[in-house]
């Protein structure tokens, strides 16, 4: 028993699951909150679409709807499920849980550091949280918090003015700060703590996807934290950055703003690329098609994902040659996630699958984020964005890539590591149950919008009562369809809740490894102990560098370990 199991049993019950330092429940700590984050932001969504589909109604459990409060819904809606459900679960939680597991490591390189990044990280969910409390509500101003309706306009400032909108500043600054304490654990583990053997072409593609994201999370945060410093003293002290009266210019804060929010959606794309590679390499027994290719076009993506930010402003006045490059850097980036994507499924030739949930989701993400990646093609083209900017066929095109990411890549991960971390096997019925119910369902919600944004149905308004085209019983019926596939959606996600609930409590205890996989988590006990394994493993061989494939049982990596 290693020194660090040895003094982890006199720790007390505080020191053990609340102000830990072990990886593993840092991880869930971050896994869970993103969770509830996640019930808070589709709560709100039900909200707004209440009164999209039924207008001026009262709605259940909220009353009727004002258009302030519409405002601070759909902006809090955006925020709360990019910031404190997608970054939380698919790099904090999936990142703390998996990378020291997977490399061999009994931990990750600062453990103190580690447990302060999610207390960070809790203390900008609280102020999230009591912003909408203060006098005046949370902000309102969309979560892309552009000048100058973020700065109120320039027509009042000062700390009482607003309050709201100056704790969103604060907590996503805060969130970002917990990441970048959280993003350096990560990388000076992945090079410093691997086992011996596990070299860099040996690693599990997991590993890779999560160094990727954090690599471009430190690269492309830098110029938001700036942009958002300057806008709270716009707010608060009445400097002029975004102000055009003051020389200032309103446009600096969207170019700093998208030169952040363009990577970031690789930064939780990538965590989802790496579950699917672990999770189809092991339902479909055999090795990821690709290895090298997807590591090479993944760090081909990085650099490019810097050079798009852009096509997020082709109508906000830049150049129009700028818009053209823009467009074509745009449409070049759709090149590596096709080989990526592509490598995922030549993986399934020849192979055996088995149709577990986490497999299920992992094919219904490749499914629904390809109607996310091709809409996206179209949307690169300037020529064509110019005419569906800001409408919903925005909408339905970002939510065909974030939800499939998030939520199908996230519950695949969840209900694959789900024995490895809890020591007990789900509810398969009650898993798949969930897969067709959120996969039926998520397409209602979404699938319509692409007709009623092409029909003009633009975003982020209360009411469409003044606009007779948007107000025939077509689009109506979509807005209602719309909005009782998304009621269905969300109270799909209970069972889910209810399968992990009583499976943790009461599920049929699950072996070391129930999957067969390769990698090296799959040795350690399950649950594994702190400090993972009894001794460091040895690695000789990579997880994909299977002697023959297909045959299950080489699944096995032969480490000196076991
Ligand atoms: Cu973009």
Redesign the pocket.
């Known amino acids: 028993m290693s020194t660090n199991q040895t003094s982890h049993h006199q720790m007390t019950f505080v020191q053990k699951y609340i102000f830990s330092t072990d990886h593993k429940v840092i991880g869930m700590q971050y896994m869970i909150t993103g969770l509830i984050m996640a019930f808070l932001g589709g709560f709100l969504a039900y909200g707004f679409r209440m009164q999209l589909a039924f207008p001026g109604e009262a709605i259940p459990l909220l009353g009727k709807m004002t258009a302030g409060q519409y405002n601070e819904f759909i902006t809090m809606h955006g925020t709360i499920m990019i910031f404190w459900v997608a970054m939380p679960v698919l790099l904090a939680a999936l990142g703390n849980l998996l990378i020291p597991i997977m490399i061999g490591a009994d931990d990750m390189a600062f453990p103190t550091l580690n447990m302060i990044s999610y207390w960070v990280f809790f203390l900008s969910t609280v102020v999230l949280i009591a912003s909408f409390f203060v006098p005046g509500g949370a902000f309102a101003g969309g979560w892309t918090a552009y000048p100058p309706l973020s700065a109120n306009g320039y027509t009042a400032h000062g700390w009482s003015v607003g309050l709201g909108g100056n704790l969103w500043i604060i907590a996503v600054a805060l969130e970002f700060v917990a990441f970048l304490i959280g993003g350096i654990n990560f990388i000076v583990t992945t090079f410093n703590m691997r086992a011996p053997g596990l070299t860099w072409f040996r690693l599990p593609m997991m590993v890779w996807m999560m160094l990727s994201a954090v690599l471009i999370f430190m690269f492309a945060v830098g110029p938001l934290i700036a942009g958002a410093a300057m806008l709270l003293l716009d707010r608060t002290v009445g400097t002029g950055f975004y102000n055009p009266a003051a020389g200032g210019d309103p446009i600096l804060f969207q170019h700093m703003f998208?030169f952040f929010?363009?990577p970031e959606?690789y930064v939780i794309l990538l965590p989802t690329i790496g579950v699917l590679a672990e999770v189809m390499t092991t339902f479909a027994r055999k090795p990821i098609f690709g290895y090298k290719m997807i590591i090479y076009a993944t760090i081909g993506a990085g650099f490019l994902s810097f050079v798009?930010?852009a096509?997020?402003q082709f109508i906000a006045g830049i150049d129009p040659r700028m818009a053209t490059f823009f467009s074509i850097t745009?449409i070049m980036i759709s090149i590596p996630f096709s080989l990526i994507i592509f490598a995922s499924i030549a993986t399934l030739w020849k192979s055996s699958i088995t149709l577990s949930t986490p497999m299920l989701f992992a094919l219904g993400f490749i499914g629904e984020f390809l109607i996310g990646g091709v809409t996206?093609i179209y949307l690169g083209s300037s020529a064509f964005d110019i005419y569906v900017h800001d409408t919903y066929f925005v909408i339905a095109h970002f939510h065909y890539a974030l939800i499939p990411t998030v939520f199908f890549g996230g519950l695949a991960a969840i209900y694959f590591w789900f024995p490895k971390f809890i020591g007990r096997m789900y509810n398969e019925t009650l898993g798949k149950v969930h897969f067709w119910l959120t996969t039926i369902s998520f397409n209602l919600v979404f699938f319509p919008l692409f007709f009623s944004g092409m029909a003009g149905e633009h975003r982020r308004i209360f009411d469409y009562s003044m606009w007779k085209s948007l107000m025939t019983p077509e689009i109506m019926n979509i807005r209602i369809i719309s909005t009782l596939a998304l009621i269905v959606l969300f109270l799909s996600q209970f069972i889910f809740v209810f399968n992990m609930i009583k499976s943790a409590l009461s599920g049929p205890k699950a072996e070391k490894n129930p999957w067969k996989s390769n990698t090296l988590e799959w040795q350690a006990d399950s649950p594994p102990p702190h400090g993972n394994f009894a001794q460091t493993p040895v690695v000789h061989r990579g997880p994909y560098e299977y002697s023959v494939p297909g045959r299950s049982e080489d699944y096995w990596p032969q480490t000196s370990a076991n």
């Open positions: 998208w929010g363009h959606v798009v930010w096509h997020h745009t996206g």
